[in-house]
């Protein structure tokens, strides 16, 4: 049997988008069946309802709130016919180039489905949702900038996910705790063997949450967590491969070499001397 989902490829404008009116309303009836995103997407809910799907059960979510969908989270999209909301959408990509700090911060935000909020604090956010919408706007876009007003908001975001903290732990609560371990471990623990006896689960129980939730196994997701973060100490750090592959977790350079070149289809050494020639 098929279960591959389809993921959408939106022109993502370098990686962000702000997304109001009929932009959003096209964009969510492109399709009405489950599916996944390669980009994250943060949505604040003025007025009516909607029926957010997470971990496959709808909940209807009501305005004033915040909505968040992580990556690869398999959803399907509500009708906001009747609402008043707008997204943002940006990617691993956009925020690639931020301290660990602040992707930890994503990782925190993005860790739960949404985040009922006062009118007052929905004000509040919408003081840098009008800037992001009219920078957005602006042909000579400073990306820079909309990094900047991201960092905020998401600050802003994990803040009300502390005021407001989630009292029910859902069936599939198992994923959030996987990704924090992640965020907290990858760098040194790289077998799924260690993540599922740090909840408590056997491997074979971990990979059925971690697949219901994005159809990518506990292994996928590492590597994707390595990669990423070999990938930003390459382009950025002045670190050679074998520091690199140390600071990873990697038993030798050798083995990194080999790890980087089968997903990436580059060596390490070939990725960095690309990326340095093209600044």
């Known amino acids: 049997m098929n279960t591959i989902l389809p993921r959408y490829k939106i ?9 109001k009116e009929d932009d959003l309303e096209k964009f969510m009836f492109s399709d009405l069946n489950a599916h996944s995103h390669n980009y ?6 003025y007025e009516g309802s909607v029926a957010h799907l997470s971990d496959f059960e709808h909940e209807l979510v009501s305005s004033p709130a915040v909505l968040m969908l992580d990556i690869d989270h398999v959803h399907t999209h509500p009708d906001i016919s009747d609402c008043k909301i707008v997204s943002i959408a940006f990617s691993t990509n956009f925020i690639s180039d ?10 925190q935000v993005f860790s739960r489905p949404f985040i009922n909020i006062s009118s007052e604090e929905l004000n509040q956010l919408d003081e840098i949702i009008k800037i992001i919408a009219r920078e957005s706007l ?37 994923y959030s ?19 599922a006896d740090r909840l408590n689960v056997s491997t074979r129980i971990l990979t059925q949450y971690i697949r219901s939730s994005t159809f ?18 390459l382009y950025w750090s002045n670190a050679s491969s074998k ?25 390490p050494k070939e990725f960095h001397r690309k990326h340095y020639e093209g600044k």
Do not use: M
């Not at 022109?11 to 997304?19: I, S």
């Not at 931020?98 to 990782?107: A, E, R, Y």
């Not at 820079?144 to 903290?165: F, G, M, Q, W």
């Open 98 to 107: 931020q301290q660990q700090t602040f992707l930890q911060k994503v990782s």
């Open 40 to 45: 994250y997407i943060l949505s604040f809910l």
């Open 216 to 233: 990518k196994t506990p292994k996928q997701l590492i590597d994707e967590h390595l990669l990423l973060e070999a990938k930003r100490l």
């Open 177 to 195: 705790n996987f990704k924090t371990l992640l965020k907290a471990n990858f760098q040194k623990q790289h077998q799924v063997k260690f993540y």
């Open 11 to 19: 022109d993502l404008k370098n990686d962000f988008v702000f997304l």
């Open 243 to 267: 520091e690199i592959a140390w600071q990873l977790g990697f038993e030798t350079d050798s083995y990194f070499n080999r790890f980087f070149k089968k997903h990436i289809g580059k060596t």
């Open 138 to 174: 602006n042909d000579k876009k400073d990306y820079e900038l909309l990094k900047a007003l991201l960092n905020v908001l998401i600050v802003k975001c994990l803040r009300l996910s502390e005021t407001y903290p989630i009292t029910d732990q859902n069936k599939n609560g198992i």
